[in-house]
């Protein structure tokens, strides 16, 4: 099993639709959330982080952490056609002294926002 | 653009051979990981230096081998290729070693054939 399940997708939805993206994760030692977004041939870019139970909120989008049941989501308000990405949930850890910088991803979900 | 160079853009070579692929990273920025991506493994950390010096490792092939050179430019070294090696390979970079934005290169991809 892995240790963060996100649910591939594909997902349509039209544009202004409110779009929910989630991931669950498995290893307790996660203590760092992120969101990134990757376009068609591009590199990952970093969107939000977070790294406590709660929501937090830039603009169109609100990451949403909860630990104890080890769930994350990303919300986007107002979807574009802009929008149209792949979007991957990371996590870290630092157990043991471990960088935190090795993140570990999703499988990612791809989105797609029709005008 | 994430100011994070890689080369070559596309790569392809015969099975058993071996390659290189080189990162540039941001300026000022001391960490360099690289990332396998492909469509039945996902995006998975292989390995991180800082400053030279390896800090972190993931599930990194014994044929691959990475290092970071005294100008920060980084490389990864894939031999003996397998088919399965087959994906894209990204770069990214961060100031320090720490919880710090990561910002991802184009990509490499490499077709094993």
């Known amino acids: 099993q892995k240790e963060v399940e996100q649910d591939p997708g594909p997902l349509s939805v039209p544009e202004g639709a409110i779009v929910s993206l989630n991931c669950t994760y498995s290893n307790s030692a996660f203590q760092y959330f992120m969101w990134y977004r990757q376009y068609s041939r591009k590199g990952p870019e970093l969107l939000m982080y977070t790294y406590s139970s709660g929501n937090k909120e830039d603009g169109r989008f609100t990451a949403q952490v909860d630990k104890s049941s080890k769930y994350i989501s990303l919300f986007i308000r107002d979807s574009q056609p802009s929008d149209s990405a792949t979007y991957l949930c990371?996590?870290?850890?630092?157990?043991?002294?471990?960088?935190?910088?090795?993140?570990?991803f999703g499988q990612g979900t791809i989105l797609t926002v029709h005008p | 653009d994430s100011g994070v160079t890689q080369t070559p853009k596309h790569l392809i070579t015969a099975t058993g051979q071996r390659v290189t692929l080189r990162c540039s990273p941001r300026s000022g920025d001391l960490s360099v990981y690289w990332y396998q991506q492909s469509l039945d493994q996902g995006l998975q950390f292989l390995i991180q230096?800082?400053?030279?010096?390896?800090?972190a490792k993931g599930n990194i092939l014994e044929r691959f081998s990475a290092q970071q050179f005294p100008d920060l430019h980084s490389e990864l070294n894939l031999s003996s290729l397998e088919l399965g090696d087959s994906a894209l390979y990204f770069c990214?970079?961060?100031?320090?070693?720490?919880?710090?934005?990561?910002?991802f290169g184009p990509g490499t991809r490499l077709t094993v054939t």
């Open positions: 990371a996590m870290s850890a630092n157990a043991g002294g471990t960088s935190y910088g090795k993140l570990t």
């Open positions: 230096y800082y400053n030279g010096e390896e800090r």
């Open positions: 990214a970079s961060s100031e320090g070693t720490g919880l710090y934005e990561q910002y």
